[in-house]
């Protein structure tokens, strides 16, 4: 959406491209995070809160009406989801308490070091199963509000484990995987699911049946 010479793209703006996309045959877009940062102009890897669609890209419903355009085109929309991690800079770290290491703290995040802190910012208590609870429940809003073909899960080894799949594993965080997926599927088995992991080998892409997230 950002580009030089016309300063922060937005959804409006992006509408007026679709047209061009449809053209070369492609039939799926994947959005990087959308959800509110800090400034106007960023990654979106930084994300301050989950429900929140940026402001400086538009309304929640010029977002709507993005992915209805794309679809009327032929074109499905997925969505770069992050909750491996919010930003050091969201406000959820200014009212709720800090743990040892001066962090974001409980009942938000991990109220120790090692669980709480990724290389971006401060994890999500997956372990708690109201905070599982919401993030299932952002998932849900994407799809039933938005009509969204599917997500590529951002770093999804530090969602299953606190360093890249090499360190202690989280059980919150997978079995936060496997209520996602089993929400996404209930949405139709033409859904798109991509996880971003190097680390998981099989057990990232079988099926929960099967052991899988």
């Known amino acids: 959406f950002t580009t030089s010479s016309r300063g922060v793209g937005s959804f409006a703006t992006a509408i007026e491209r679709l047209d061009h996309v449809a053209s070369m045959g492609f039939n799926v877009i994947e959005l990087m995070p959308i959800v509110e940062f800090p400034g106007d102009r960023s990654w ?13 890209y538009g309304s ?12 009327a085109r032929g ?7 992050v909750v491996n991690h919010l930003g050091w800079q969201t406000p959820f770290c200014d ?4 743990n040892s290491a001066g962090d974001c703290g409980s009942p938000w995040f991990y109220d120790d ?7 971006w ?21 994407w799809l039933s509000t938005f009509h969204l073909d ?11 484990n606190v360093s ?31 996880a971003e992991d190097f680390h998981a080998g099989a057990s990232a892409t079988q099926t929960i049946a099967e052991g899988g997230y």
């Not at 009212?95 to 800090?98: E, P, R």
């Not at 059980?171 to 936060?176: C, D, E, F, V």
């Open 121 to 141: 910012g401060p994890r999500p208590n997956f372990a708690d199963s109201e905070v599982r609870s919401i993030l299932v429940e952002n998932v849900e809003t």
């Open 95 to 98: 009212f709720l308490a800090q």
């Open 44 to 56: 979106g890897y930084n994300p301050g809160f989950f429900f929140a669609v940026e402001e400086a």
């Open 150 to 160: 599917g997500f590529r899960w951002d770093s999804t080894s530090n969602i299953r």
């Open 75 to 81: 074109i499905a929309v997925v969505l770069d989801i």
């Open 113 to 119: 070091d090692e669980r709480g802190r990724t290389d």
């Open 60 to 71: 929640p419903e010029e977002f709507h009406r993005f992915v209805e355009a794309a679809h």
């Open 164 to 194: 890249f799949g090499e360190g202690d594993d989280l059980p919150g965080g997978q079995q936060l995987l496997r209520d996602s997926n089993e929400l996404i599927e209930a949405h139709g088995e033409n859904m798109l699911n991509i």
